[in-house]
């Protein structure tokens, strides 16, 4: 049982170039989750999905997009990388049902934008 | 709109002291207020969490204070060990109930 996994670990881009991070999960949840890091500013909610072929805005969607096509993925891409993406990005599932129950991070992919 | 203030930002303890940690939120209807603890290089981990029907949880060492009308909630570790150092986040449901805010974290450090 692997939990929740992301790929890649690290990833050096530079401005303009596109790329995707991929989230995968073997719990079955049904809810998925990109959060972003940086100092000082917590971990922000990106985007999440509630079920396979459902996405919904976070606090700071902006630059980016995702896609639930499989209930185990959850992808997030970056079309045209900015600077101000250079960031550590973290994954996480829940099960639905009620509010209480866990929500399971995987171990970040480090992002910097050149 | 940030709907969870925590502070303080970092946090300095010496060993067997107790550390505290305050979040403040803004949201009345949400029921479940999580803390969640990072360790260098690693996702965060479920720590201690606590409904709003009571007003204080302990587990082991650590203790959730909760204040319903004060919309304020707190973890206290007692006995703070040099192990505890880590970056601790607490969280509050969004407008939809669906995904979780957190706070922009308290980093300790607990001295030997």
């Known amino acids: 049982n692997a939990g929740v996994t992301q790929t890649p670990k690290f990833r050096v881009l530079k401005t303009g170039q596109s790329m995707t991070l991929l989230c995968a999960q073997d719990?079955?949840?049904?809810?998925m989750y990109w959060y972003r890091q940086d100092p000082g500013m917590g971990l922000r909610l990106i985007h999440y999905?509630?079920?396979?072929?459902?996405?919904a805005k976070g606090e700071v969607p902006d630059g980016y997009n995702v896609s639930r096509l499989k209930k185990q993925n959850f992808l997030l891409g970056l079309e045209s990388a900015a600077p101000s993406q250079t960031s550590v990005y973290f994954c996480?599932?829940?099960?639905?049902?009620?509010?209480?129950?866990?929500?399971?991070f995987g171990p970040g992919t480090r992002l910097t934008v050149l | 709109q940030q709907q969870v203030k925590q502070s303080p930002q970092s946090l300095i303890v010496q060993k067997g002291g107790i550390s505290i940690i305050n979040c403040a939120y803004e949201?009345?209807?949400?029921?479940?207020f999580p803390w969640y603890q990072q360790f260098p290089g690693k996702g965060p981990a479920l720590l201690i969490a606590?409904?709003?029907?009571?007003s204080e949880k302990k587990e082991g060492r650590f203790t959730i204070s909760f204040n319903k009308s004060a919309k304020q909630f707190s973890l206290h570790i007692m006995d703070s060990q040099p192990g505890d150092s880590a970056t601790y986040f607490c969280?509050?449901?969004?407008?939809?109930?669906?995904?979780?805010?957190f706070g922009k974290g308290t980093t300790l450090s607990v001295s030997s």
């Open positions: 996480a599932s829940k099960k639905a049902g009620t509010r209480n129950d866990e929500q399971f």
């Open positions: 719990m079955n949840h049904e809810y």
């Open positions: 999905s509630v079920g396979e072929g459902t996405t």
């Open positions: 949201n009345t209807a949400f029921d479940y």
């Open positions: 606590i409904r709003p029907d009571v």
């Open positions: 969280a509050a449901f969004n407008q939809a109930g669906t995904a979780l805010i």
